[in-house]
């Protein structure tokens, strides 16, 4: 009964919210009157036109989807997300309306943040239940997997060890191959599949097979077209190199994202407000700053303030980036770029310094607000070291799936300066795919709070 009452559940699930919505409401409204005041009715028209909209936004904001196989942060961050918008819509009805001064905003303010911390803690409470209820073999789904190779095998581990998620995979079907990983596991028939599907009331059927083998999944698609289990195909691309991964909808044609950008639509817009606002409030109040440092670079020795060097940038296109001259005029041999070492005896003496501070770096802002840089992205590395690494890293071009920036996931994790050894790259570049693979808001603003505390200095800053 359990595993079938996904429709009562996600009805009992709207009905919680709801009266989560309506109560907080109530209690902030007491919260801002006293106990004793009597709930008005402007209150109480606004509270309940904010909850038929809170029941509308709710579903099209994927709030109710299923989310067995997902941590908590996936339903908890997506009802705030939606509580979030349903509330900037208040706003803005109350704005057109003229109608904001009717309500405190200290009652708003409270609202949203009390039914913000219900709706998480009825997240919580909903996915303890559910996961202690699967491990006592309850609200459980029956799998079968088609494939024997390693992608199956590890599917099957994943399911049987990942008990919280509620899968049970009763049966492995063979889809011929000879990459052979399953010998403790008995290999089925694949023509017995839509007679196993149906006895045995399976509710997944799982595809794992190599992408050689994908001509078998019309054979199996056939087989079960009288089915009404839910068929998912698991591609093999564990061993690819991933970015942004997912499935775009492009010409009407579903298509795998396998190194997509994720600065694209609303990701660009915010990405680039960030950046140009941030660096435009740094610039105004580090100039000060920025004006000392010229000056003794300029007394230190013979040479330009701004030391000036092409780069890769975005999408691979070449950028003039800028920093602030730390080491005395010199020429380097035609394609080849030596990086700074410790000790370099090219360095000036407040050259020394501004790199083990990082301040040469400051220069660099000028760099985002011209739109070539972001505050926060893999560093960008002299045109050489990309010749010379490109074919070395495994994954290394994909660094310019974004902006380069000032600073990034690699550097607040010790991976910066000089990468004299192949490993020292490989750890850079993975740290700069991990922050592209997992871009936020909030993850920039993470890095950006890091930065203070580890960017700057740095036992690898020289």
């Known amino acids: 009964m359990l595993s079938n009452s996904s429709a009562l559940s996600a009805l009992a699930n709207r009905a919680t919210d709801v009266l989560l919505v309506v109560l907080s409401g109530v209690v902030a409204y007491y919260l801002r009157f006293g106990f004793d005041a009597t709930f008005s009715l402007p209150y109480a028209v606004l509270l309940l036109l904010t909850t038929l909209i809170a029941i509308v936004m709710f579903p099209m904001l994927g709030v109710y989807q299923s989310w067995r196989s997902r941590g908590l942060s996936a339903p ?17 009805l109350l704005v057109l309306t003229k109608q904001g001064a009717t309500f405190s905003r200290l009652w ?17 409470a909903a ?9 006592r073999g309850l609200n459980r789904r029956r799998a079968v997997v088609v494939g024997g190779g390693p992608l199956a095998r590890d599917l099957i581990r994943r399911a049987r060890e990942e008990t919280w998620a509620g899968f049970d995979v009763t049966a492995v079907f063979d889809a011929g191959g000879s990459d052979r990983a399953l010998p403790d596991e008995p290999l089925r028939p694949l023509e017995t599949l839509f007679d196993y599907v149906s006895v045995h009331d399976i509710d997944e059927v799982w595809i794992a097979v190599p992408l050689e083998q994908t001509r078998r ?10 089915s009404t289990a839910n068929v998912r195909f698991v591609p093999d691309l564990f061993g690819l190199f991933l970015i942004n991964h997912g499935v775009s909808q492009i010409l009407d044609m579903p298509m795998f994202d396998l190194t997509a950008s994720p600065m694209t639509g609303v990701n660009r817009l915010v990405k680039g407000l960030e950046d140009r606002l941030l660096s435009l409030l740094i610039l105004i109040v580090i100039s000060p700053l920025l004006l000392a440092l010229a000056i003794g670079v300029k007394l230190s020795s013979p040479g330009p303030v701004f030391f000036r060097q092409k780069r890769l940038g975005w999408d691979g296109k070449t950028f003039e980036i800028y920093k602030f001259r730390s080491m005395r005029v010199h020429k380097e041999s035609a394609g ?10 090219r360095l000036t003496r407040i050259g020394a310094w501004m790199r083990r501070t990082s301040l040469d770096e400051l220069p660099q802002f000028i760099n985002v607000l011209q739109g070539r840089m972001s505050i926060v992205g893999p560093r960008p590395h002299a045109i050489a070291h990309n010749e010379a690494y490109k074919d ?5 071009m994909l660094r310019h799936k974004v902006k380069p920036g000032i600073t990034g996931w690699a550097q607040i994790n010790g991976w910066r300066g000089e990468t004299d050894t192949l490993e020292k ?3 850079r570049v ?23 505390f580890r960017g700057f200095v740095n036992k690898n800053a020289y």
């Open 425 to 427: 790259m490989q750890r």
């Open 108 to 124: 708003l303010g409270q609202w949203f943040s009390l039914a913000a911390i219900l709706l998480i803690f009825s997240r919580i």
């Open 127 to 135: 996915f303890s239940l559910l996961r202690l209820m699967r491990k």
């Open 392 to 396: 070395q890293v495994g994954g290394y």
């Open 336 to 345: 080849q770029v030596v990086q700074a070492k410790r000790d370099d005896p």
């Open 430 to 452: 993975e740290h700069d795919l991990y922050y592209i693979e997992h871009w936020s808001l909030a993850f920039d603003l993470k890095i950006i709070f890091l930065t203070i």
């Open 76 to 92: 908890a961050g997506r009802v705030v997300l939606a509580w979030a918008s349903v509330l900037l819509v208040v706003l803005v």
């Open 217 to 226: 999944l019309r054979d199996v698609l056939e087989s079960l077209r009288f």
